[in-house]
Every structure is written in structure tokens, then in C-alpha cells.
Nanobody, 126 residues
């Protein structure tokens, strides 16, 4: 049974930092690309960042480039999202998702991801 479990969310002031973690089990982690998506109340889910199976390729939403960094540790079956210089508009529920792919091109399309976590809430106060 595949499980993705997010952690690290919370309440932070604007300008602060958080590091989200996504711990995977029940799959051969090194075969999977992983993405982070977010959804704010009343808004559609949007792509935030993704990383290829090897960690060699990454992709980011334009509004988070230079502030967020995605990384992975395949020995720990974990993907991280380091979020710096947080803004109130980053407030959302953040989800990690996995798709089996050996491509160096990461996907920004949520429907291409087969497995999803339950999400972790990030709230940025102004």
C-alpha cells in the first residue's frame, strides 16, 4: 500500500521559512518523480514544484522561483520543500504527489500523478 505523508506545515509570519517533508512508503521510491501542489480555499489546486526520480531535474511555479527549493533523499524515501521568504499568498494546503517516471522532464499536471498525500496546512500571516 502506497502512502505519502506530509509534515512540516504550520503558522509563520511573512518573510519566514518552513521546510515541508514528504515521506513515502510502499513503493520503489527511486522510480518516482515527486511534485508539490497547493490549494487555497476557493481556489483550484496548483502546481508548486517537482523533482525527477534522480533529483537531477526540477521545476517551479514562477511565483516561487528563488524562494522555494525542492530536494530529495532517496535513501530516506523523502522529498523536501524548503520555503523561504514566505508571503501571505503562499497560504494553502500543500500536497505531495508521486508518479512513476524515469524521465528527466518533470510534470506540472496534477492528473499525471498517481499517488497523493493528505496535505499539510501552511499559513503565512502578514
Amino acid at each position: 500500500q502506497v502512502q505519502l505523508v506530509e509534515s512540516g506545515g504550520g503558522l509563520v509570519q511573512a518573510g519566514g521559512s518552513l521546510r515541508l517533508s514528504c515521506a513515502a512508503s510502499g513503493l520503489t521510491f527511486s522510480r518516482y518523480a515527486v511534485g508539490w501542489f497547493r490549494q487555497a480555499p476557493g481556489k483550484e489546486r496548483e502546481f508548486v514544484a517537482a523533482i525527477s526520480w534522480s533529483g537531477g531535474s526540477t521545476g517551479y511555479l514562477d511565483s516561487v522561483k528563488g524562494r522555494f527549493t525542492i530536494s530529495r533523499d532517496n535513501a530516506k524515501n523523502t522529498v523536501y520543500l524548503q520555503m523561504n521568504s514566505l508571503k501571505p499568498e503562499d497560504t494553502a494546503n500543500y500536497y505531495c504527489a508521486a508518479r512513476e517516471s524515469r524521465s528527466t522532464i518533470v510534470s506540472r499536471i496534477s492528473t499525471q500523478y498517481a499517488y497523493w498525500g493528505q496535505g499539510t496546512q501552511v499559513t503565512v500571516s502578514s
